[in-house]
């Protein structure tokens, strides 16, 4: 009985230390909020000078806690045919960054990317990842355009230059 009563004793006083040093989620997560939902869009993509359409479509919700944005996509690209991926965003209170990773059906490697909030678009810059044979740096850029719609644009550097990769706008469903 009395190593039963200890135990009870060190399980609540682990759980209440847990309690006091988890941090509350950062009130700034509410400003993806207008993220959440359900969103079909038509992207233009532009390979190695090849440009095409997809047909895309993505689900947003807030996960673990709230603490993380969630998105699941799938692009139909022509000649490649579906493609799915998953982002997770969170914010950082320590860094004032937010943060992503980004991982998808066509790549076994994940994009880490750190980025901030410009004008109400999040602007993220990847860290160099493996893609096409070398290392590349991506910046992503998601914008709300009004209640009903985002924009959504992915650029590749090329030097000092940015080169356009993908861009479109989702409408929410």
């Known amino acids: 009985m009395k190593i039963k009563n200890l135990f009870v004793l060190v399980l609540a006083a682990v759980a209440t230390m847990a309690s006091a040093q988890m941090p509350p989620v950062p009130d700034v997560m509410k400003s993806v909020d207008w993220m959440v939902g359900s969103w079909s869009g038509e992207?233009?993509?532009?390979?190695?000078?090849?440009?095409?359409?997809?047909k895309s479509t993505m689900v947003c919700e807030k996960v673990l806690g709230g603490r993380y944005l969630r998105s699941m996509e799938s692009f139909l690209m022509e000649g490649m045919g579906e493609m799915q991926g998953q982002l997770m965003m969170t914010y950082n209170p320590e860094t004032k960054k937010w943060m992503s990773w980004w991982s998808d059906s066509m790549s076994?490697?994940?994009?880490?990317?750190?980025?901030?909030?410009?004008?109400?678009?999040?602007?993220?810059?990847?860290?160099?990842?493996?893609?096409?044979?070398?290392n590349v740096v991506i910046r992503s850029t998601m914008k709300k355009l009004s209640d009903s719609k985002m924009g959504f644009k992915l650029e590749m550097q090329q030097g000092t230059e940015w080169v356009v990769m993908m861009h479109g706008d989702y409408t929410k469903k």
């Open 43 to 54: 992207m233009t993509m532009n390979f190695g000078g090849q440009e095409s359409k997809s």
């Open 108 to 134: 076994p490697d994940t994009m880490e990317s750190t980025g901030t909030e410009i004008d109400g678009a999040f602007v993220s810059v990847s860290k160099p990842t493996p893609m096409m044979g070398e």
